[in-house]
């Protein structure tokens, strides 16, 4: 059986309180158990922050890779190891707290790092983009203090912001999402192995 490399990023910056922390260790911690896992690469973003984007760093990332000079490559050297650490997993574990109904701005910071014109995407001859780091999954952990049922309808914007990235720009089509809801609700305990009981 081939063995497996999981990449677990953690954007939360409340250590062992982090709900979000908890379901996407969990989450490793179950496919550890369900399948021939070899390795685990955690990368904490509150410990080495990625970097926002800039003027320099947008300019770098939408230039042809052949055409990036000396400066720009070291510009580049947070956002080569985060495309050369999903390259080398099979599977992805990104866990986030829910920030005024958005992700942390951490793991959006190190999804910009991760997207690169002719890395991550390129376009065919017809002008179609496509994606190049295929054949992978993302399993992603949603901590909240409310429930998404409790949301309007169409105020859902971490999961399907997550799905159409990865799809569009990265190549990858598989993003399943766990969630831990009602976090802020008095004597709330986390049940991860009920939320992870379908995985």
């Not at 099979?90 to 992700?103: Q, Y």
């Not at 990235?165 to 809801?181: D, K, L, Q, S």
Request: charged share 25%; with cysteine.
């Amino acid at each position: 059986m081939t063995k497996k490399t999981v990449l677990h990023i953690i954007s939360s910056a409340r250590e062992s309180e982090s709900y979000s922390k908890g379901l996407s260790s969990a989450i490793v911690d179950k496919l550890i158990r369900k399948h021939d896992i070899d390795a685990v690469i955690e990368r904490n973003l509150t410990k080495e922050l990625p970097p926002f984007l800039d003027g320099n760093l947008i300019g770098a990332f939408y230039k042809d890779p052949r055409s990036v000079n000396e400066k720009e490559r070291r510009l580049l050297e947070y956002a080569d190891s985060v495309v050369n650490d999903v390259s080398n997993a099979d599977i992805l574990v990104l866990g986030t707290p829910v920030h005024n109904l958005g992700m942390s701005a951490l793991l959006k910071a190190w999804i910009d790092q991760l997207v690169r014109f002719g890395v991550t995407y390129c376009y065919d001859e017809n002008g179609v983009r496509k994606g190049n780091l295929n054949g992978k999954k993302v399993y992603l952990a949603i901590a909240s203090g409310g429930k998404l049922e409790y949301w309007p309808g169409d105020h859902e914007f971490i999961a399907s912001h997550v799905s159409a990235t990865f799809n569009a720009y990265v190549g990858i089509t598989e993003v399943h999402t766990f969630r831990v809801e009602g976090t802020a609700v008095p004597g709330f305990q986390a049940d991860y192995q009920k939320i992870l009981e379908n995985l």
